[in-house]
């Protein structure tokens, strides 16, 4: 029986072992001493720290002052920070403060100076014909600028000052110290004297009642 005859294309075909299975094993690695290669590494742009991944840019200086800017670039620098509080004021603060301070001390002692408390003390003092015997005529401050020393609180009821007057012969310094006897109540006088320059102290004021009341008769009349 003669044998079967192949057709020339199975003839002219390269034969193909069925290893395809070989073909998913990875290539088996060698160990070696040289160092590995760097792996690449992911674009700069993807990761979540691209800003640092790049080399950072020289920087522009910053704008002078007065000066103009023309373009925008990202690369410049931001200008330094002005100081919390000024060199100017720095400088002038301290002044600013004395000013204030000695503005509103004056302010309160003139307030205390035109207070009632003060006028009728005046009063008191040139209808007074034991202070006009020391003191002579025309009792007023001792000073151009008076200073009310102590304290007016017609709010709390206390009043407490001292300040120096003067006549036509000598001058002393006058006390007055009052307490208000509860809420609406009256003026209780603690101290009303006058210090003469030599230091004796004259008390106008009489618990007894017998010192001369100068808002009883005030012009003097002898009826």
Known sequence: MPPPRLSAA???ARPQPALQCLRRIAPLRH????PAS???TALPWKTPHSITSWPPEPLIPPPK????????????ELPPLPPFIPKQVQRTFPIFVLVLSISMFAFFNYQKQESSVVTSTLYALRTNPLVRAELGDEIYFASKYPWIRGEINQVHGRININFWVKGTRRQGRVVLRCKRRGRGGYYVTQEWSLTMDDGRVLQLY???GNAV?????PIGDDD
């Open 31 to 34: 160990a070696s001493t040289e």
């Open 206 to 208: 009489d618990p007894d």
């Open 213 to 217: 009341d100068p808002f009883q008769n």
């Open 10 to 12: 199975l003839l002219r």
């Open 65 to 76: 002052e007065g000066e103009l800017l023309m373009e925008r670039k990202p690369n410049r």
């Open 38 to 40: 760097p792996q690449p």
